[in-house]
Nanobody, 114 residues
Framework: QVQFVESGGGLVQPGGSLRLSCVTS????????MGWYRQRPGKQRDLIAY???????TYGGSAKGRFTISRDTGKNTWYLQMNDLNPDDTAAYYC????????WGQGTQVTVSS
């Protein structure tokens, strides 16, 4: 069973940066694409960054120009570099390649506050 373990969240001041990590396991054929999602308090979970199996990336909404998704294939790890954070980025962040099939991990909490 594919599993995702997210980490790297925390408390950061507005304008700061964080790098989130997503370690994957349990995939027999490897994971070639990945999405990062976030869920703000009281809101639905939204896709904010995606990398397909060719390495092409897309970003949603306010993530454009501030967030970067990347991967380290050898470590089965995906990253989300987040820069210029603001309080609206406060949310729980999750990674998943096929949310209709694979269960969610526990997520990592990001809080942006002065």
């Amino acid at each position: 069973q594919v599993q995702f373990v997210e980490s790297g969240g925390g408390l950061v001041q507005p304008g700061g940066s964080l790098r989130l990590s997503c370690v994957t396991s349990g995939s027999a054929f490897g994971i070639s694409a990945m999405g990062w999602y976030r869920q703000r308090p009281g809101k639905q979970r939204d896709l904010i960054a995606y990398m397909n199996n060719r390495g092409n990336t897309t970003y949603g909404g306010s993530a454009k120009g501030r967030f970067t998704i990347s991967r380290d294939t050898g470590k089965n790890t995906w990253y989300l570099q987040m820069n210029d954070l603001n309080p609206d980025d406060t949310a729980a962040y999750y990674c998943n390649d096929r949310p209709s099939v694979h269960q969610w991990g526990q997520g990592t909490q990001v809080t942006v506050s002065s």
